[in-house]
């Protein structure tokens, strides 16, 4: 008598199809970035020497683009961003949180914009974003945005004329607190 075995080919095909799948892209992005990852690739992107453009990285999808003169308050003099590739601190923030999060979880809008997307946290972790300005019940008006790294220290765009860099958070006036999404 002869027992015939069960074939594995169909789980195998299974595994192989999922394995496809998730390669795709057609697997739900992450819901989470892990604070090690925000803060990697904030730092490649400081590395990278990514320059200040005012209003850059707030086209429909995150990442370096050409700035606005609009509402711009910069020392450099005539407004240089309509011809400068690069990210304000806003950009940077976003496209930093997309690239970790494999999607644009900040979306458009400026500082005001993403501070009201997080919550406020007292124990900052390493990859919370680090505001700059006044957020009460009544009010938000923020002028600034970092990813903390800890230690006191901060990956950001901080001004025109300079490239995405690492301050000290006390470089910056109006603390306004730490948020995590």
């Known amino acids: ?3 015939r075995r069960r ?3 169909p789980r ?3 595994a192989v199809a999922a394995l496809l799948a998730a390669a795709t892209g ?3 992005p992450r819901p989470y970035a892990p604070p090690e990852t925000v803060v990697a690739i904030a730092l490649d992107v400081e590395k990278r020497g990514v320059v200040y453009s005012w209003g850059g990285g707030h086209a429909d999808e995150p990442g370096p683009s050409t700035g ?3 509402g711009y308050t910069g020392r450099i003099r005539p407004c240089p961003a309509t011809r400068t590739v ?3 601190c806003s950009g940077f923030t976003r496209w930093v949180y997309a690239l970790a999060h494999g999607r644009d979880v900040l979306g458009p809008g400026n500082t005001d914009d993403h501070v009201r997307r997080m919550r406020r946290v007292r124990s900052p972790l390493p990859g919370d974003l680090v505001f700059f300005g006044s957020v009460t019940e009544e009010r938000i008006r923020t002028h600034h945005v970092g990813i903390y ?3 006191g220290k901060m990956v950001n765009a901080p001004e025109t004329g300079a490239v995405v860099r690492v301050d000290p958070i006390h470089r910056v006036k109006d603390f306004a607190g730490f948020y995590r999404l």
């Open 26 to 28: 057609s697997v739900p």
């Open 12 to 14: 195998f095909a299974l």
């Open 7 to 9: 074939s594995a080919w």
């Open 149 to 151: 790294l800890g230690g």
């Open 68 to 70: 606005t003169c609009l």
């Open 1 to 3: 008598m002869s027992v």
């Open 86 to 88: 690069g990210l304000d």
